[in-house]
């Protein structure tokens, strides 16, 4: 610790315990609280206005089993039978060996055109897909016990 850049803490109570244990070898400057290790102000506010008449619900994963994304498609194209006073799309950023599977998923489901693989996003990218494209983050999967995933869908 004495010797890292920066010590990153989830909490100000926790760099608060940290710097009452090491009194006077505590560095100040060195020190950062993000809460969650997830910096809310890289998303900052939605800089595009919200389409009333759209509503976009999205994600974003490594496109592997575990992370049930064929629960998603199920789900979405049983709320696309109902009758909506919106247009709704679903956008999947990511990439990984279960796309394929996932892109034949929605053509079954016949879905295609409500549901949007947008591949893998650069960190730029992803602050705009967060802050700018989604309206309702989704988080399907089977392995979230770290509620910090709901974070990333915060804006």
């Not at 489901?109 to 949007?116: D, F, N, P, Y």
């Amino acid at each position: 610790m004495l010797l890292a850049d920066k010590m990153v803490y989830l909490s100000e109570a926790y760099r608060q315990q940290v710097k009452a244990k090491l009194t006077w070898l505590f560095r100040e400057k060195r020190s950062v609280v993000i809460p969650n290790g997830i910096n809310l102000l890289t998303y900052g506010k939605a800089t595009k206005p919200h389409d009333a008449s759209r509503v976009v619900l999205g994600m974003q994963s490594r496109l592997i089993d575990i992370k049930d994304h064929l629960t998603l498609l199920d789900a979405f194209a049983l709320l696309l039978k109902k009758e909506m006073p919106v247009t709704l799309q679903l956008q999947i950023a990511g990439d990984g060996a279960f796309k394929k599977t996932l892109e034949e998923k929605a053509a079954v489901l016949q879905i295609t055109k409500q549901v949007i693989f947008t591949g893998m996003l650069e960190e730029k990218e992803l602050v705009d897909f967060y802050s700018n494209w989604i309206f309702i983050f989704m988080l399907p999967g089977r392995n979230h016990e770290h509620g910090h995933y709901a974070g990333h869908g915060m804006r």
